[in-house]
Structure formats: C-alpha cells, structure tokens
C-alpha cells in the first residue's frame, strides 16, 4: 500500500519557469490538499479538493493552479516560478467529511526557486 | 479568528527527562486535535488524535496528550525521552463548522534530546 506519492523528491527552477508537482494517492480518498512549509512558519494551505473535478483555495493560493480530474491524482503547476515559492511542498489526503479523520502525508517535494 | 499556537519553536531536554511540547488553540466549541511528528526530510506521521470520549489519548512510541476544554489546551507529554524522538511535532486542529475537513497547523516544536 503505497498511500501518498509525490514527485519529484527534489527540484531546481528558474525564476519564471513552470512546473508540475505530481500527487497521487491509491487508497480511495475524497479529500486531498497541498500544503508548504517554510521554517518556522508550520504548513500553510495552498488549495484542496473534495473529489474529483471540484477543488479550493485555501491561505496562500497565489501563484499555483490545481486540478482533480481523478480520484486518485491532485498536481499542483506553478506558473511563472519566484523565488518566494522555495519551500517545502506536502500532499495529503483524508477520509471521510466532518468526521475525526487526520490526513496522511506524501513524502514532499523540496523546491528551489532561482 | 480559530487559531492553533504552539508555545516554545525550540525545545531541548535531556534523555531520559519528561517531554513536555505545548499546544492551545482559540475556538468556543471543542474541535478534533492532532499531532504529527515529522523527521528530517520526512513527511509528517500522525503521533495520536483527540475526537471525542477519554481526554487523555496515547499515541505511538509512548507519546499521550490530553484534551483540557477549560484550558483550550492538548498538551504532548512522554515520560521518558530517547534519542530517536528528536524530531518536530505539530499540533493541528480540525475546527467544527464551516469547511470542517481541513487541518489548520501550528508552527512547530523542534524536539532536541541531549545525550
């Protein structure tokens, strides 16, 4: 059972070039969500989704795009890369709505704006 | 505002010693209360979860919490620290109402173990 996967593990942009951070999660989950991270900041809530083909904003949304078109899978595309988007990147996804279900996490995605 | 603080970004404590990390969040109605610990370029793995019932939960690798509604508080505590749990904990809260699904996230103790 593989649970959240995300790829790559690590990646160097240019400022302005774009990307594809891949999520995909083999355990059925409705809800799915991508976070950052930055030092001393805890994780802050990029866009999420509550099943396929419907999807959110959530804090810090400025800057990426995200699509459900499967269950399964939540990419997150940068556009127009900066270097305030450096962070740390986390996929996870959840069971269940209203209900007392905490998230499991991908491994992240490390990403250096340049 | 519903908000999730985590007191002290740093905390370092002897092996062997108590662990005690803090978490209080601002909400009038009890929400579900998680922590998560993450290791060095890890993801975060969920450590124990608060829903309803028995205020003092346990965890893995011997780690408890427990829900004081008064104190809108859900403190981590381990006995005993080891070497292996130096890593940082977040404290996350689900709120009640609204968009009730999502997670909203402390900022992160850093666990230290001294030998």
């Not at chain 1, 593990?9 to 950052?36: A, E, P, V």
Request: proline share 4%; charged share 15%.
């Amino acid at each position: 059972n593989a649970g959240v996967t995300q790829t790559p593990k690590f990646r160097i942009l240019k400022i302005g070039q774009s990307m594809t951070l891949q999520c995909t999660q083999d355990m059925n989950h409705n809800y799915m969500y991508w976070y950052r991270q930055d030092p001393g900041m805890g994780l802050k809530l990029i866009y999420y989704s509550v099943g396929a083909g419907i999807t959110d904003k959530g804090e810090v949304p400025n800057g990426y795009n995200v699509s459900r078109s499967t269950t399964e899978d939540f990419p997150l595309r940068l556009e127009l890369a900066a270097p305030s988007q450096t962070s740390v990147y986390f996929c996870a996804s959840s069971e269940g709505q209203g209900a007392a279900y905490g998230y499991t996490f991908g491994s992240g995605t490390r990403l250096t704006v340049v | 505002a519903q908000s999730v603080t985590q007191l002290g970004s740093h905390v370092s404590v002897s092996e062997g010693a108590l662990v005690l990390l803090r978490c209080n969040y601002s909400s009038s109605v009890p929400p579900y209360l998680f922590w998560y610990v993450q290791y060095p370029n890890q993801g975060l793995q969920l450590l124990l979860k608060y829903t309803t019932g028995a205020t003092l939960v346990k965890g893995i690798n011997g780690f408890e919490a427990e829900f004081k509604k008064s104190e809108t508080s859900f403190h981590l505590t381990k006995p005993s620290a080891h070497m292996s749990d130096a890593a940082e904990y977040f404290c996350a809260v689900r709120f009640s109402g609204g968009s009730n699904y999502k997670l909203t996230f402390g900022k992160g103790t850093l666990l230290t173990v001294n030998p």
